[in-house]
């Protein structure tokens, strides 16, 4: 069963797993509706898939499955959030240090079926043997995003981190109980005047040292990932980095696109992606919040957000842009 047109034929099937028994609140495209209660409840969609924003490129999407519990998928699951000055003028300070708060991590109480790591940078990968030490997850990324999860974790985490691990590299499909995951080999965001990546590099051939300052965490390849519930068909695809490789998207027509602000050094990024996509019905912004300002508050818009919504609505009039809050969440 593949993608859009076959909503709701299982919606019954979706309820009883469980899924569409949770609360949801839904922000939409309109200004406005982002000041609207966060308690806000609507009846849940028949997509059979619910996401929930973490922040940055933080979420947590849980997938429907006919008599079974939900699974539950992480994407770059970072809640530490400690001060780098990323959003600043002047920019992140590499020499600033690593922190792990695994009381903040915890206090989320978050599950995994897998987690999927897009790339290695400081703001999506920190977490991650934590919470695969916790959750018992497989735990997806390149060669150089294991390596350095492996130097990243705890003694006491390793051992377990080890079994964990599933190197990809972008074009496997890989099918689970009840949904499947494509990984897509993608590409980072290339910001400034020279357009280059941020803290660029590989760490092949065995984990580094133990990665003590921001700038320790090199990117390490970028892959996004395509999700699908089979019940459904419903497709969600997510990009960790405003940059994509359009033949690598060749044959994908989500259902849903989270993507981010920027790519102003990406030709035509925008109008691109969605042209790549096969305009999706929709979109939900991404990484669009200042990681300096605390997750448990609203998101606080690094300076990216209008102008995403208004490529997306010049680039594709039909695409619904919703916009997700800090741990809320959104059933389409
Ligand atoms: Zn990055």
């Given amino acids: ?75 770059d699951p970072w809640l530490t959030r400690f001060r780098t000055g990323t959003y600043t003028e002047a920019g992140a300070d590499p020499t600033t240090e690593l922190v792990v708060d695994k009381d903040a991590i915890d206090r989320h109480r978050l599950r995994a079926d897998q987690i999927l790591v897009t790339h290695g940078h400081y703001d999506h990968l920190p977490d991650v043997p934590h919470l695969a030490a916790t959750t018992d997850a497989t735990v997806l990324g390149t060669e150089s995003h294991a390596n350095l999860l492996l130097a990243l974790a705890e003694p006491e985490e390793r051992d377990a981190l080890e079994g964990r691990l599933s190197v990809v590299s972008g074009g496997e499909h890989l099918q689970l109980e009840g949904y499947s995951i494509r990984v897509l080999r993608s590409l980072h965001s290339m910001t ?16 580094p040292p133990r990665p003590k300052t921001i700038a320790d965490l090199v990117e390490g390849g970028t892959l996004a990932y395509a999700i699908t519930c089979d019940a459904t068909g419903f497709t969600v695809v997510n990009f960790g980095g405003s940059n994509f490789s359009a033949a ?8 849903l696109a989270m993507i981010q602000p920027g790519g102003a050094t990406v030709h035509d990024y925008v109008p691109r992606l969605l042209s790549c996509l096969d305009h999706p019905p929709y979109v939900v912004p991404t990484h669009w919040d200042d990681v300096d300002e605390p997750l448990d508050e609203p998101a606080v818009d690094w300076g990216g957000l209008t102008g995403l919504r208004n490529a997306v609505r010049a680039a594709s009039p039909s695409t619904r842009f919703v916009v997700v809050d800090h741990l809320e969440t959104f059933t389409p």
Avoid: C, H, Q, Y
């Fill in 1 to 75: 069963m593949s993608r859009r047109g076959l909503l709701g034929a299982s919606a019954a099937g979706l309820s009883a797993a469980g899924l569409t028994a949770a609360g949801v609140a839904v922000a939409s495209d309109a200004p406005a509706d982002r000041a609207r209660p966060r308690s806000a409840r609507t009846e849940p969609g028949t997509s059979g898939v619910r996401l929930r924003w973490l922040g940055n490129n933080g979420w947590e999407i849980r997938v429907a499955r006919p008599g079974k519990r939900p699974a539950t998928v992480l994407i």
């Fill in 192 to 207: 400034g005047a020279r357009a280059r990546v941020p803290f660029p590099g590989t760490r092949p051939g065995g984990p």
């Fill in 248 to 255: 690598d998207l060749a044959g994908l027509s989500p259902d």
